[in-house]
């Protein structure tokens, strides 16, 4: 009888202890190794996901940032891969330049090959000036039509659709002046925005 207590109490009080990584804590029970060595290793995957991604457009646009024509950053909101409107546009308007499409193969290659199972942003912006003579009622029409181009370009180059959305912010998201040309350069941009995974159970219970 004392044995067989004993057994029990040794399968009750498993070995428990905590590890926190990125704000999750597990929890690992005694016996149970494989499990928290794989629940470890999805965790490590999800992380540097992005991180295998920023290297890989680093390496691969090198000289589009040392031109400063692209940024490559990793933010809150996901890998935000920045590019100076002029480098895909001609002023004032939509239709991508034919110098820009190696640039966006760059880009299109990685989603593929290193990312394939995240989701994309296209988010277009503007400066403050006001159209006078493109044909577009706002800027925010204008911005939202570059973001569907990129969008386009990708699509026809093999990404998913069910991947892309496009967003048009026109000047009312600015990360420089608009009272200096340098401002309004800045401004004027397309954000390619790499997101990051979502936990399928998070986004249920918050779409309840």
């Known amino acids: 009888m004392r044995r067989d207590f004993r057994s029990l109490v040794g399968v009750v009080l498993v070995g428990i202890f905590f590890l926190s990584a990125s704000g999750c804590t ?3 029970q005694k016996g149970r ?26 390496d691969r646009l ?32 939509a239709e991508l330049r034919k110098e820009s499409f190696s640039k966006l193969d ?5 989603i593929q090959d290193v990312v394939p199972d995240l ?3 296209i988010e277009g912006h503007t400066d403050n000036v006001p159209i006078k003579h493109s044909g577009w009622k706002t800027n925010w029409e204008l911005s939202s039509h570059r973001a569907l181009s990129v969008l386009y370009y990708a699509t026809e180059h093999g990404v998913n659709p069910l991947r892309l959305a ?7 998201h600015p ?8 401002g309004q350069q800045k401004n004027r941009r397309v954000e ?17």
């Open 166 to 172: 496009a967003t048009g912010y026109g000047e009312y």
């Open 33 to 58: 190794r494989n499990d928290a060595s794989g629940q470890i290793a999805k965790l490590k995957d999800d992380i540097d996901e992005l991180q295998k991604a920023k290297n890989e457009l680093e």
């Open 119 to 121: 989701n994309v942003g």
């Open 106 to 110: 760059k880009i299109v290659s990685v």
């Open 62 to 93: 090198k000289n589009e940032i040392s031109d400063k024509e692209v940024t490559v950053e990793r933010l809150q909101k996901g890998l935000v891969i920045t590019f100076v409107a002029e480098v895909l546009f001609d002023s004032g308007k």
């Open 26 to 28: 597990f929890i690992f």
């Open 192 to 208: 390619i925005v790499i997101l990051p995974k979502v936990d399928k159970e998070k986004s249920e219970e918050t779409a309840k």
């Open 175 to 182: 990360v420089g002046s608009n009272d200096a040309k340098e």
